[in-house]
């Protein structure tokens, strides 16, 4: 794996992510996306020496190099897992009896992917350089994008495309990318980018000041490669369930399918009911409490300054009881 040139990754919405979650004396925090380590940086900053901070990943490198940035803070764990199925996870059930058995003050999920993934073309989430079609969050489990784009029908690649890319050229972009995997010219990332771009063609987009045509495309064979969206509202469900009283959840979210199961989820355990009529069937159990009900956005010099901001939102939300 080439490290030469590793990127920071930039941690986004810090600040309010710090004035959210206030660390009371020996806080238990949970970290569910440790990924470089920059929001736990700051967290344990604010922490006391009394703190304990589990941070969880699924991708190796992003550990390791967590690890390597918080130089043995002895109040840091960090553990190999994916949030999905940390709940019954054996470590983690044992750290927690030993180190949180009243639960967690702050929980922190910053979803999606990391610029170290993104920027790491042998890890083959960009379209910008070329590296082998993986996109895969953790490399030693689950599809690759190439093995998981050769078990696709024309029809199942376009749905996805359409659901997680919200592309509206999805059937034919699903056509050329099944074509180009059949004649043989589907190996990397640049080779996924052409299929596509033979149905969106790249130059007229970017005089426009358009994103690139690629970009929802491949947004959607990550989101349906990781499973990005399939167990995050049960996820968040399993979280609420391990904060104490008056802890609080904070959820950022990078697009507006991520936020939209981020918001109805938390809605729905603060009690509030969004279905068809006026009111539910049966009464909701009103376990949360919503901090700043309409989420908050990246400030205008955020997202200057950290392009990749621009589209997140954070929710936050406190256990009531
Ligand atoms: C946006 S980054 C987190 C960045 C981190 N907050 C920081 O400041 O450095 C998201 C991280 O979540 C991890 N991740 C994504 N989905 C995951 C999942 N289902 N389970 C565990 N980790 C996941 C990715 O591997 C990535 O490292």
Redesign the pocket.
Known sequence: MMTAQIPT?V?VLLQEVLDNLMLPPAARVLD?????????EALLTRADAEARYLG????PE?RTLAAQRLGGDPRLSILA????DLWNDLDFLAWRAAKAPEGFDAILA?????TL?LRTPERGFSFRDAGPLDMR?DPEHGLSARTWIAEQTDESLADAIYQYGEERASRPIARAILRALREGRLDTTQDLARAIYTVIPREPAKRKGHSDPATRTFQAIRIAV?G?LDRLAASLEAAVAVLRPGGRLAVISFHSLEDRIVKQTLRRLAGIYDGPGRTAPTELPKVLKLIHAGGIAPSEAEAATNPPSRSARLRVAERLL
């Open positions: 990754h941690p569910l996306t440790l990924g470089l380590g920059g929001h736990a969880v990943d699924r991708d992003a897992c994916a949030y999905e910053d979803l999606g992917v990391s993934q969050m990781n990005e």
